[in-house]
């Protein structure tokens, strides 16, 4: 579940627990996280079981909303957010576990039906914060508390109703799991990591800290920019033994759309945090559950 604030709940938020210049990295580091994530969890759940990856990244996100719902400050929102944006991936592979859920005829419509779940959120994500700010005593709070309630409940569920093959079963008389473990790409992993960081950092820098032509704006985003065209080529030269993240024949398109949906977001974080523009800017927050 995702909740979604406008621009002037997020001066809300920043004016009860900031202020902060970081406050436009509540929301990046939630799509960073993610992006990171969606890069480990498939092979990471192939190594160690599904049911214990999506429980775990479950976990994780209760972790992240009990550290936003208890945060003082701005910096502390983004420790909870960079940990719910890892958690998400974990939790957005839902397809993944549907597929074996239900038999391959009714995949398409039970994956539709969960997705139409979402939309309530999707559509009035801000109508309903901004409702629990205005409406109740914790205020944004309650996005966070309801993230770990419905975090809990799905802990549960997953314990008692899934029931994923066991990595023997699946690699009978195969790789053990440390040999699996051993052929991920860590090259691959931190050069994708590296980048996107740097990047980001620079848009979230430019017009605020620093000015957009100031030495550090243009320097991280050029080096992080390098760093992942680096990272794309070091893909498409390395050996074609199977890896787990730097293939961009596998990778390529869900990386490319999590890091360029990042850059408007940045941007739009930035534009947010100046006076002068927080009237027309959009500053989404999430929380994930």
Known sequence: MGLQADD??????????GPSPNLGWVGT?????SAVGFLLVGRLS????????????????????????TANSIETLIAANACNGVAAAGQLSFGIVLGELVPNKQRGPIVTLVFMSSMPFAVFGPIIARKFIDS???????SYYLGIIFGTITIVL???????????????????????????????????????????????????????????VLATIIIG????????????????????????????????????HSCPLASSKTLASSPSSSQHASAPWYTTA
């Not at 002037?8 to 627990?17: A, F, G, R």
């Not at 049911?51 to 209760?62: A, D, P, R």
Request: contains cysteine; charged residues 10%.
């Open 158 to 216: 997953y314990q008692f109703l899934y029931h994923p093959p066991t990595y023997s079963q699946l690699h009978v008389q195969g790789k053990t799991k440390w040999q699996a473990f051993k052929e991920l790409d860590f090259i691959g992993i931190f050069l994708f990591i590296a980048g996107c960081v740097l990047f980001l950092i620079g848009l979230s820098w430019g017009g605020q800290v620093y000015p957009w032509t100031g030495p550090h």
């Open 46 to 69: 192939d190594i160690f079981g599904r049911k214990w990856m999506v429980i775990g990244t479950t976990f994780l996100s209760i972790i992240g909303n009990i550290v936003g719902a």
């Open 225 to 260: 920019i390098l760093t992942l065209v680096a990272f794309g080529l070091y893909g498409k030269i390395s050996s074609p033994i199977s890896r787990t993240s730097a293939k961009l024949t596998i990778f390529q398109s869900n990386m490319a759309a999590r890091l360029f």
């Open 136 to 142: 109740t005593a914790a205020g944004w709070r309650w």
């Open 29 to 33: 580091v939630w799509i960073l996280g």
């Open 8 to 17: 002037h709940d997020s001066l809300l938020i920043n004016q009860d627990i």
